[in-house]
């Protein structure tokens, strides 16, 4: 329960991006002066809202924890795994990076734990 509502806020920083181009800006490091770059990022800012909101209402409701771990597990990590495969990336960006280690660790352990549950429970 801990992982998801650690996660769940993790996932409702950027929602702050819907606001436009310059709370991007300073959310991200880089210039948001194209229209088609400021539609994809506030539509993430959405999605991360949304996906942060599931996982906070997975940590009270149990019968949504396991797709909730697994998607927010799902969403940090692939983000991780982007960020090393292009690199380069700027202090901004370093900082969302450190967020989902954290984000993906509490996750793991909050997925381990509900298994272990669910195993103790049984069929």
């Known amino acids: 329960m801990a992982g998801l509502l650690v996660a769940g806020l ?21 210039p948001v002066a194209d229209a088609n770059l400021a539609i994809l990022l506030q ?3 959405v999605l991360f809202g949304v996906l942060g909101l599931f996982m906070l209402c997975a940590a009270a409701l149990p019968p949504l924890r396991l797709a909730a771990l697994l998607v927010g597990l799902a969403s940090a990590a692939s983000f991780l795994l982007v960020a090393r495969w292009v690199g380069g990336y700027n202090a901004a960006i370093g900082r969302v990076v450190t967020a989902d280690v954290v984000a ?8 381990v734990a509900e298994l272990l549950l669910a195993a103790r429970r049984g069929p």
């Open 43 to 45: 539509h993430r800012a």
């Open 10 to 30: 993790i996932h409702l920083l950027p929602v702050a991006g819907v606001l436009g181009p310059a709370t991007l800006t300073r959310l991200y490091g880089v």
């Open 104 to 111: 993906t660790a509490v996750l793991a352990a909050g997925l």
